[in-house]
Nanobody, 123 residues
Framework: QVTLVESGGGLAQAGGSLRLSCAAS????????MGWFRQAPGKEREFVAA????????YYAGSVKGRFTISRDNAKGAVYLQMNSLKPEETPVYYC????????????????WGQGTQVTVSS
């Protein structure tokens, strides 16, 4: 069992930046591949970024590639999402998720989820 807590959401201007953090507690953090997803009201949850257990491999949704960066610190038990050049439509709730095994991009492949953090981008 692993517990995930996101933080760092809030208000940003279009074109600005935010850094999300996700702190994990419980089992050994380095055993888990991590992912970030987001969900806007009335829409399905969508994949944003994922990172493997060592941090040496990452994968991004096409819509955020080049603007967002996922990273992790296994010593601290945390995963981060640096978001740059934010767009007004990127105002959903962001969730971090953990799974044992390899890096993955589908939400059903993840076993553990945080409670989410709201991001609001003003135009």
């Amino acid at each position: 069992q692993v517990t995930l807590v996101e933080s760092g959401g809030g208000l940003a201007q279009a074109g600005g930046s935010l850094r999300l953090s996700c702190a994990a507690s419980g089992r050994t953090f380095s055993n888990y591949a991590m992912g970030w997803f987001r969900q806007a009201p009335g829409k399905e949850r969508e994949f944003v970024a994922a990172i493997n257990r060592s941090g040496g491999s990452t994968y991004y949704a096409g819509s955020v590639k080049g603007r967002f960066t996922i990273s992790r610190d296994n010593a601290k038990g945390a995963v981060y999402l640096q978001m740059n050049s934010l767009k007004p439509e990127e105002t959903p709730v962001y969730y971090c998720a953990a799974r044992t095994g390899l890096i993955a991009t589908m939400d059903y492949e993840y076993n553990y989820w945080g409670q989410g953090t709201q991001v609001t981008v003003s135009s």
